[in-house]
Structures are given as structure tokens and as C-alpha cells.
């Protein structure tokens, strides 16, 4: 499936989210990503971006699915951050 996942999260726990989150998605933005992803991988993530998160400070994971990627229309104005494409 792909997905899209969004996260907030206080200063303390940020570092630990970004490198948790390139393990399985391509960075796109800050707290940012997207990419395609197993049920099991996904589920994989969600536990371990739970165990890093805490409710008491409002941190937040936001994940948008879709079946196929193609399904969504995706429009990038100025300058895409992870854009392998540049380097071919």
C-alpha cells in the first residue's frame, strides 16, 4: 500500500522519529514521508513510532493510505526535497 505519514512531535523526540521513519519511507519533507509499505511493515512502524511517542505532550502521527500510488495526484511547487531524479 502507500502511504503518507505526517508527524509532530516535541524537540526531544524528533531525531529519533526521523531516523525510525527513513527506515521504511523516502523523506520528502520535514516530518514528511511517503513511500510503499507492506501491512506488516506498516503495522511494524506504527508500534515503534508508538513506543517513541508521548500523548502527555500532544505528539502526533498522521498516515494518509491508498491501495496504489497512482490513485493519488501528487503536485510539487518549487523545490522537492528528496528528488533522486536529479542525479541520474
Do not use: P
Request: a negative charge; aromatic letters at 10%.
Amino acid at each position: 500500500m502507500y502511504v503518507i505519514l505526517m508527524y509532530d512531535m516535541g524537540e526531544k523526540r524528533v531525531g529519533k522519529m526521523l531516523k525510525l521513519c527513513r527506515q521504511y519511507l523516502n523523506w520528502i519533507q520535514n516530518s514528511v514521508f511517503e513511500g510503499e509499505l507492506s501491512e506488516v511493515k506498516l503495522k511494524e512502524l506504527i508500534s515503534k513510532a508508538e513506543f517513541i511517542m508521548n500523548e502527555e505532550e500532544h505528539d502526533s502521527l498522521i498516515l494518509f493510505k491508498s491501495r496504489d500510488q497512482k490513485w493519488l495526484e501528487k503536485e510539487v511547487i518549487g523545490h522537492e526535497k528528496n528528488n533522486l531524479d536529479l542525479f541520474l
